[in-house]
C-alpha cells in the first residue's frame, strides 16, 4: 500500500470494497447466507467484524438472514446483509417488512443471471425491476449502483447514510464483473467521509410515539432495550406502532411509505454525465456496462460522432426528470444492459416520445463490449 494526496492506494476486488465501505459506514452486524457471486463480502467480514466489536452470524437461509438483520437495527445496530439473484428473490417479504416497519438496513444484491439457479458464476443485471416491485405493495424504494471497486466502497457508504437519514432498507444493485474485478483504489483519510448516523428520540419513553409525525416525515425509532417500548408490525399501523383498520390511518400510512422518498428525490438521485453537451445520442448505462460505455463514447466522440453518456448511480427513485431533460435535446437514447431491456423500459416512459429508445441486450453470460455499443450508436446516427 502506498499513500496518496487523499488517502491509501489499495488493490482490492469490488466485494471486498463493499464490506470495507461497510466497516467505514459503521456496520457492526452482518447475516447472511453463502451464494456466488456476493459470498466474499460474508467472507471478508467474518474476518474483519468480530476484531472491532462486530457481529457475524451464518443463517440457516436468506429468509432468517433478512428478519435477522431487522433485529438488529431495532437493537441500534447498523445492519448489512448481502446475496445474489435467488436470495434476494427469498429476502422480499422480510424486506417489505422492513420497509412498512421503516427500519434502516443495508441489502447487497450481486447480480448474477437468472430465473432460478440461472448462471451463478456470469454477469447480469437481471434484478432491476426486483429491486422496485419484488416486495409487493406501493412504497418508496432506494437503490443505488456501481461500477467500479471505488464505486461499491463510495456506495456502500452512501446506502447506510440514506438507510438511517430516511429509515428505510436500502438497496445496493451491483454485477459480478463489478463484484469480482480486482483493481485500484483509494481508502480515504479517516475521519474525511461523512457517516450519518440515525437520530434518538428527546420525548419520554411516557410520551414517546415510535411512527408520529416530524418535521421532515421521517419517523425516530428509539432503540430497543432503551428503555422505550414500542410495538413493531407488518400490518398497517397508527403513530403508536399498533395495528389499525382506521381507513383514513391505513390510507395515511401508504403513502407515507412512498411519499418519504419522493419529497427527498432530489437529494437522493445521483449520476454522473460525459460528452451530454451538444450530443446527438444519448447512452443510458449503469453498473458495470457503464465502463463498456464510457469508452464506447469517447471512441465515437474521436470519430466526431456527437454521442454523450448518462450514468445513473441511483436507480431508484429513477432519475425521469433528469432523462425528460435530454430527450429534449438528443435524437435517441441507447440503453445497453445485461437483460432484454429491464431500464430501457423506465428511459422511454421517462423520455415521453421526444426520443428514440434503441436497445443493446445481452443474456449470454458474456459483458457488453465498447464495440457494440458503438456499432449502435452508428446505426441510430
Known amino acids: 500500500m502506498s499513500k496518496s494526496p487523499t488517502g ?21 452486524f452482518f447475516a447472511g447466507y453463502p451464494i456466488t457471486p456476493s459470498s466474499e463480502i460474508a467472507e471478508y467480514l467474518v474476518r474483519k467484524l468480530p476484531k472491532i466489536g462486530g457481529t457475524f452470524i451464518q443463517m440457516e437461509d436468506e429468509i ?32 417489505g417488512h422492513a420497509v412498512m416497519a421503516e427500519v434502516p ?14 448462471t451463478p458464476t456470469l454477469p447480469a443485471q437481471m434484478d432491476m ?56 483504489m483509494v481508502l480515504p483519510e479517516k475521519g474525511s467521509v461523512e457517516i450519518v448516523n440515525r437520530r434518538h428520540p428527546e ?66 438521485i445521483r449520476w454522473r454525465e460525459l460528452y451530454l453537451d451538444g450530443a446527438e445520442v444519448a447512452v443510458f448505462a449503469y453498473g458495470g456496462v457503464a465502463r463498456s460505455a464510457r469508452r464506447a463514447v469517447k471512441e465515437c466522440r474521436e470519430a466526431g460522432i456527437k454521442a454523450g453518456l448518462f450514468e445513473p448511480t441511483t436507480i431508484w427513485p429513477f432519475p425521469s426528470e433528469e432523462i425528460l431533460d435530454i430527450a429534449g435535446r438528443v435524437k435517441a437514447f441507447v440503453v445497453p444492459e445485461l437483460n432484454l431491456g429491464q431500464m430501457a423500459r423506465e428511459v422511454e416512459l421517462a423520455a415521453k416520445c421526444r426520443a428514440e429508445i434503441h436497445k443493446v441486450n445481452r443474456v449470454d453470460g458474456d459483458p457488453i463490449t465498447p464495440k ?10
Open 8 to 28: 491509501k492506494i489499495v488493490m482490492m476486488q469490488g466485494n471486498d470494497a463493499c464490506a470495507e465501505g461497510a466497516i467505514w459506514a459503521g456496520c457492526r
Open 64 to 95: 432468517a438472514a433478512m428478519g435477522a438483520i431487522i433485529g438488529a437495527s431495532l437493537a441500534g445496530a447498523k445492519a448489512l446483509t448481502a446475496t445474489s439473484g435467488p436470495g434476494f428473490s427469498l429476502k422480499q417479504e422480510n424486506l
Open 129 to 184: 425491476q426486483q429491486a422496485r416491485w419484488g416486495s409487493h405493495g406501493d412504497h418508496g424504494v432506494i437503490a443505488l449502483s456501481a461500477a467500479s471497486a471505488q464505486e461499491m466502497f463510495e456506495q456502500t457508504i452512501r446506502a447506510f447514510n440514506l438507510a438511517e437519514t430516511y429509515m428505510t432498507p436500502v438497496i445496493l444493485l451491483f454485477d459480478e464483473i463489478v463484484g469480482h474485478m480486482t483493481e485500484r
Open 372 to 381: 457494440q455499443i458503438v456499432d449502435k450508436i452508428r446505426e441510430v446516427v
Open 203 to 268: 420525548k419520554s419513553p411516557d410520551k414517546y410515539f415510535p411512527y408520529e409525525k416530524t418535521e421532515n416525515g421521517i419517523p425516530i425509532l428509539a432503540n430497543f432495550g432503551t428503555g422505550y417500548r414500542y410495538n413493531v408490525t407488518g400490518l398497517c399501523h397508527d403513530d403508536s406502532g399498533f395495528p389499525t383498520n382506521d381507513s383514513k390511518k391505513i390510507e395515511a400510512n401508504i403513502i407515507h411509505l412512498t411519499e418519504k422518498i419522493e419529497r427527498h428525490r432530489k437529494d437522493i
Open 105 to 118: 438496513c443495508v441489502v447487497v444484491d450481486v447480480q448474477r443471471g437468472g430465473p432460478s439457479t440461472g
